[in-house]
């Protein structure tokens, strides 16, 4: 085996590692994750992305290692963004604060298998039609456009693809059991709530990644690169969305700086067919003044959100901005926002 084989064996192996730690040992028992929890594992996830960039530096040189700090920190971008969906539909389903890791868990185990397929995909496609990459270009200046109307988000569950598909075979309940995805109801084997969040969840993340994934080939078409970048901005997104679940809604302009990295991005891709590079240390200083000034502004001219969320949270909740205190009616398991007595006990497939 190369060089490259053993690198994608070790990568591998410390990714299911830290995975089997995390749910084998640490959170082998359902429970909210506290503030203090949630900024030590976040710390630790930027820390390990930067050592890993320090070995890239090392072993695979400056370009190497500047791709993938510059992919890195837009993955990393985008997956805030992405949090305030992933609250959204914790809000909208009431999701209780100790269900809430095992759901982002598994939603980022079955992210790295999408993500890595859909990496290989679009890899094997440049290398096969090269012309494919200013498609992706293209498709990222119309997506930066686009989220420069900053559209009000809407979740409904009953008009998704993916809840549609799943309760077509699979009956599920209206209530959580725990932690359990499947219950027995009358014999029968049954999705129960927290399954349904968690497909929603999963659906999410495919949509994401089909902007996320053009992005991170218009900074390099090195696999190993992208999936690297990738993974340790998905790994780190758990531990950020406890970090920020209750001020995320607080960077209004973030959507603004996406929108910016993202037509940059897109057009540096155009720009190639015509003879002009842009080095990727001028990507890099970009995309980093772009994102920091757009988190700044967020703080310096904060304006009130439109979209109201509520979400439970731990009771030792300690967040950064005096004005945002946990609610005190919160409930560790408060009931489903579908509940109704008048409802039937199962969504979709057989109600018998």
Same mark, same amino acid.
């Given at each position: ?17 830290? !995975?089997? =730690? ?13 503030? &203090? ?29 500047? /791709? ?26 009431? %999701? ?18 999408? &993500? ?9 496609? *440049? ?49 959580? /059991? ?5 219950? &027995? ?8 709530? =927290?399954?349904?969040? @968690?497909?929603? %969840? ?23 690169? %992208? ?9 780190? @997104? ?15 302009? !973030?959507?603004?700086?996406?929108? *910016? ?48 969320? /509520? ?42």
């Amino acid at each position: 085996m190369n060089s490259t084989t053993w690198l994608w064996i070790g990568f591998s192996l410390f990714i299911l590692f830290m !995975l089997s =730690l995390d749910l084998g040992l640490l959170n082998r028992k359902a429970h909210a994750i506290k503030y &203090r929890e949630a900024v030590t594992w976040s710390a630790v996830w930027v820390t390990l992305a930067m050592l890993f960039a320090s070995l890239v530096f090392l072993y695979q040189g400056k370009q190497r290692g500047l /791709e993938f700090l510059t992919g890195y920190l837009i993955e990393l971008s985008l997956s805030v963004d992405n949090l305030f969906v992933f609250l959204l539909i914790f809000s909208y389903f009431k %999701v209780p604060a100790r269900f809430q890791h095992r759901v982002l868990f598994w939603g980022v185990l079955g992210a790295l298998f999408m &993500r890595l397929t859909m990496i290989f995909v679009g890899a094997a496609l *440049i290398n096969q039609f090269e012309w494919i990459i200013y498609i992706f270009g293209a498709f990222l200046v119309y997506t930066g456009i686009k989220m420069f109307k900053q559209e009000e988000l809407d979740i409904q569950p009953e008009d998704n693809p993916a809840v549609k598909f799943v309760t077509r075979f699979i009956p599920i309940t209206r209530h959580y /059991e725990e932690q359990k995805f499947f219950t &027995r109801q009358n014999g029968k084997l049954t999705g129960t709530l =927290l399954l349904l969040v @968690l497909v929603i %969840v999963e659906f999410t993340d495919l949509v994401f990644a089909v902007d996320s994934i053009p992005a991170i080939f218009a900074i390099t078409t090195n696999t190993f690169i %992208v999936y690297t970048s990738n993974v340790f901005a998905i790994l780190g @997104l758990r531990s950020m969305y406890f970090l920020l679940a209750g001020v995320v809604e607080k960077f209004q302009y !973030l959507k603004m700086g996406l929108a *910016i990295v993202l037509t940059f991005i897109g057009s540096k891709m155009l720009v190639a067919a015509v003879g002009v590079h842009i080095p990727i240390w001028v990507s890099l200083a970009v995309v980093g003044v772009v994102l920091t000034s757009s988190v700044a502004a967020s703080l310096i001219w904060p304006k009130e959100c439109e979209t109201g969320i /509520e979400v439970d949270l731990p009771e030792d909740f300690d967040s950064p901005f005096e004005d945002d205190e946990p609610d005190p009616a919160a409930t560790d398991d408060p009931e489903p926002a579908s509940t109704e007595e008048s409802k039937p006990e199962t969504i979709g497939a057989d109600r018998r």
